[in-house]
């Protein structure tokens, strides 16, 4: 299966990601098999992006996941629907930046800036989850595979990549 992953670089080797802040599924090598989100994550990293900083150009890294040999060899856990396993999951990870999880791979919906809105309604107790799964259900959620671990990362191989 390809899967896509949008930068600032070309990522021919790519590496586990950890940062400041708490993200989906913890730290971890993000992408997603739908090409027009990475390409959108990719240009949206450009216009956040340090405009000193020279050559810095919006990036669609492509790679292929052996889906079927990393199933047989990793953990991998995989939310279907935003359902409250999923939410419970999200927020463990975005609230806490010590949780560690057991998953090699995760897959599942992104908490982008709408779904994240109420996620964040949720972590401050302003809403209850049950009423969040609710209002999700009116939300278009794109898909994530994140790979969080060096083992996982020897499963997909970089196919090119694209100035987009």
């Known amino acids: 299966m390809l899967v896509y992953h949008g930068s600032l670089l070309k990522a021919e080797n790519p ?21 027009e989100q990475a390409i959108r994550w990719a240009r949206r990293k450009m216009v956040f992006a340090d405009k000193n900083i020279t050559g810095l150009r919006a990036v669609l890294n492509i790679y292929e996941f052996d889906e ?5 060899k990793l953990t991998i856990k995989t939310f279907e629907n935003p359902l409250l396993d999923w939410l419970e999951f999200v927020i463990s990870c ?13 897959i599942g919906n992104i908490a982008n800036d709408n779904v994240g809105e109420t996620i964040s309604f949720v972590m401050n107790g302003v809403m209850r989850k049950e009423d ?10 794109n898909n994530q595979i994140c790979f969080n671990s060096e083992k996982s990362l020897e499963y997909i191989k970089f196919v090119s990549s694209k100035i987009v």
């Open 15 to 35: 590496g586990i990601i950890i940062s400041e802040v708490g993200r989906d599924f913890g730290f971890g090598f993000y992408t997603t098999d739908i090409e």
């Open 68 to 72: 079927l040999s990393a199933k047989e």
């Open 94 to 106: 975005r609230s806490n930046l010590k949780f560690q999880h057991d998953y090699d791979v995760v």
């Open 132 to 141: 969040a799964l609710e209002r999700l259900k009116f939300q278009k959620i």
